[in-house]
């Protein structure tokens, strides 16, 4: 079946030590998202990208980073810089970015917390 | 700013009645909207989308409604059952990307 696989499903972090997030998708889509989830806000868009060796900051960018270097695979990395990264991150893909409205379809998501 | 407003309040109905989210949006105007499903640990799943030249569209069970004079949208699941107990995220469309609200969290009971 295709899908979204995001790894880990938890991950902790220590002070002052870099993470990546993994997000794989088997569904030859374009674009493809990160997006940082906290409890009782909507999901905020932390990067995107349109095409592979592209991608855009979104609304919460600072203390992250991200590669595009194959179609299928989009790693988010949470930085030192990054002061307060426990949330819980979800990795999204669609089949094209802003050409009329396509549904994004996500993984299930891997919750970082700081030890 | 753009602003989305979803009831944070949980909705809680008994089974077999209709269950109604809304969604309200501020200070633009989105071309689609979507919906999906969040279960606790789990990613959104998509569910409908509607454009702005749509005043309704159905899916099963499932109704959405779309009035951008009153920048709402209301979402309908008839028939309720406890296996329709989940969040329902709301996301306008503007120019390019989602804007997801809050969510509004369903139980339905027996």
């Known amino acids: 079946d295709g899908g979204i696989t995001q790894s880990p499903k938890y991950l902790f972090r220590k002070e002052g030590q870099n993470v990546t997030l993994s997000c794989e998708q088997n569904l030859n889509h374009d674009a493809m998202y990160w997006y940082r989830q906290d409890p009782g806000q909507g999901l905020r868009l932390i990067y995107y990208s349109q095409i592979v060796n592209d991608f855009q900051k979104g609304d919460i960018a600072e203390g992250y980073s991200v590669s595009r270097e194959k179609k299928e695979s989009f790693p988010l990395t949470v930085t030192s810089a990054q002061k307060n990264p426990t949330a819980f991150y979800l990795c999204?893909?669609?089949?094209?970015?802003?050409?009329?409205?396509?549904?994004?379809?996500f993984g299930d998501g891997t919750r970082l917390s700081i030890l | 700013s753009q602003k989305i407003e979803q009831n944070s309040e949980a909705l809680n109905i008994q089974e077999g009645k209709t269950a109604t989210l809304t969604c309200n949006y501020t200070n633009y105007s989105p071309a689609y909207l979507q919906w999906y499903r969040q279960d606790p640990g789990r990613g959104p799943v998509f569910l409908l989308l509607i454009r702005e030249n749509e005043k309704e569209k159905r899916k099963e069970r499932l109704k959405v409604t779309f009035d951008t004079t009153l920048k709402q949208s209301l979402f309908h699941i008839t028939a309720s059952q406890p296996a329709d107990s989940a969040t329902y995220l709301c996301a306008p469309q503007g120019a390019s990307k989602l804007t997801f609200g809050t969510g509004t969290r369903l139980q339905v009971t027996l």
């Open positions: 999204a893909s669609s089949p094209v970015l802003g050409v009329e409205s396509q549904p994004q379809h």
